[in-house]
């Protein structure tokens, strides 16, 4: 698949808006992982259909439009069915829209890259009923695990002049893992430290991660340097309100030097 390279700026419009959509099925990711299931699909429609159109107009691009467009089906499926939504459906979708958008980001890359099939439907089953859902809730939560010793492969964490420096080592902060990283983050950071945030590899980051960093804030100065200006990381800051809270510097060196 790359034929596309000849496209030019249609290709490069498609790239550039595949962020915007990017941002936006991770915004509806967090609303399936937080329960509201109705309000995620609807939400996730939008960039899958959008991806499904663009990609179609762009030679070389159509196994993407093809491949959303099976995903968008199976969406479908769900809303109009008494489908169960549980983890290995949650799972599924999460799955399947990542690896669309990574064949994306390869593309940016330059690489020759292939659209690999849509991963097999999971099983399903109909969806329980209320006083199943409420014994199932109620047995839950009477089974809730121990929060497991804090710990990412996704993360670095350092401690350099005076500063605890997180270093993430992934280019997008919108997993379940990674949120409750740095959830678990407010219990271990000693109250009225000083922690900074190197964003310099990250392109976008779901506001639950930045609610996270937000709790932060209010135990300790907490600061960023290096979010590229204009891109989904940066734009959901934005959005969301969160300069309020959070001290924001160009690069490592205008931290150490403001700090003095």
Not at 141 to 154: G, L
Not at 160 to 182: D, F, N, S
Not at 189 to 214: F, H, N, Y
Request: some cysteine; overall charge negative; hydrophobic content about 40%.
């Amino acid at each position: 698949m790359n034929d596309y390279a000849d496209s030019g700026e249609l290709l490069e419009s498609f790239l550039t808006d595949a962020e915007t959509l990017y941002e936006e099925a991770l915004e509806a990711l967090n609303l399936l992982k937080t329960g509201s299931v109705a309000e995620g699909l609807q939400h996730l429609a939008r960039p899958l259909h959008t991806l499904k159109g663009t990609a179609g107009f762009i030679s070389g691009l159509e196994p993407i439009g093809s491949y959303a467009h099976q995903l968008e089906d199976h969406l479908l499926e769900i809303r109009a069915q008494p489908i169960a939504w549980n983890q290995s459906v949650q799972a599924w979708v999460a799955s399947s829209v990542e690896q669309i958008f990574a064949v994306i980001e390869q593309i940016k890359s330059g690489d020759e890259v292939e659209v690999p099939p849509l991963s097999p439907w999971p099983q399903t089953s109909p969806a329980p009923s209320l006083q199943e859902q409420m014994a199932q809730q109620t047995a839950a939560a009477a089974h809730q695990p121990q929060t497991a010793p804090i710990q990412s492969n996704d993360f670095h964490l350092e401690q350099r002049e005076g500063w605890l420096i997180l270093h993430p080592l992934v280019k997008r902060i919108h997993k379940g893992q990674q949120y409750l990283y740095l959830k678990q983050l407010e219990g271990e950071i000693q109250e009225g430290s000083k922690l900074a945030l190197d964003l310099s590899p990250v392109m976008s980051m779901g506001s639950e991660g930045w609610g996270a960093l937000s709790q932060l804030a209010k135990r300790c100065s907490l600061a960023v340097f290096g979010m590229a200006e204009g891109n989904a990381c940066e734009r959901t800051f934005r959005a969301f309100g969160f300069s309020r809270l959070i001290q924001v510097y160009k690069n490592e060196q205008e931290l150490f030097q403001e700090a003095k």
